[in-house]
């Protein structure tokens, strides 16, 4: 049975633990009366920051790996691929060309746009929308299933852009033109797909008898 002094002594050194520290510095730290603990916590407290920066890079990395699949119908190859050539364009050359096409208040536009990287309801149902339109590439674009998806993401184009046309028509030049696309930061899409989202699109406009508005 551990005395008094013992249980302590356990206690600090669990208690250590959960700061990160590993056993053998806690073992030094608990046995040199000279321990400068004020500038070991200083670097603990560092290291955690750091490694929680890491950590959160991996995480958001993660997501955009599991966005990827989404559209690639799980293939891991092409998805890595996608991203691999997502992170190559220079992000001081994007804002550049960001501001180039893009007015000022159309940039508080922008920022409304889905995101790889998002975890937010917005990113994730335009990226499930974009990845089901993807998986019905094989049947022709006036079926009952790919005119609900084009529904539905003008719903939401409607939600987030009401009025916006002049945007939105930039936005989609910008889209179908692949080097643009890729000095903007957008995420590779075939241009097949983007072919069949227009033609869906175009057929569910004429049988609404209206406009995009």
């Known amino acids: 049975m551990y005395v008094e002094n013992d249980l302590k002594k356990l206690q600090q050194i669990q208690f250590l633990k959960d700061l ?19 500038h070991s916590l200083h670097n603990q407290l560092d290291y955690i920051v750091e490694e929680q920066q890491r950590l959160k890079s991996m995480e958001v990395s993660i997501r955009e790996m599991l966005h990827s699949l989404v559209l690639e119908q ?6 890595i691929e ?14 550049t060309l960001r501001e180039e096409l893009f007015s000022h208040d159309e940039m508080k536009m922008w920022r409304k746009l889905p995101r790889m990287r998002a975890n937010d309801p917005h990113s994730l149902e335009w990226i499930a929308l974009l990845g089901q339109l993807k998986s019905h590439m094989h049947e022709p674009p006036t079926c ?13 184009q ?12 930039k ?43």
Do not use: C
Not at 74 to 79: K, N
Not at 82 to 95: C, D, F, G, H, T
Not at 178 to 204: K, R
């Open 20 to 38: 990160g520290y590993a056993l053998k510095d806690i073992q030094e730290m608990l046995s040199d009366a000279s321990w400068n603990w004020e």
């Open 74 to 79: 799980g293939d891991q190859h092409e998805a």
């Open 158 to 169: 409607r939600e987030d852009f009401a009025g916006q046309d002049d945007f939105l028509n």
């Open 171 to 213: 936005l989609w030049e910008a889209r179908k033109s692949a080097e643009v696309s890729e000095e903007l930061g957008f995420y590779p899409l075939e241009p097949e797909l983007l072919d069949y989202m227009e033609t869906a699109y175009d057929i569910f406009i004429t049988n609404e008898g209206g406009t995009a508005e």
């Open 82 to 95: 996608k991203l691999i050539q997502l992170s190559k364009p220079n992000v001081a050359k994007r804002s």
């Open 144 to 156: 009952e299933k790919v005119q609900n998806i084009i529904r539905r993401m003008m719903e939401k």
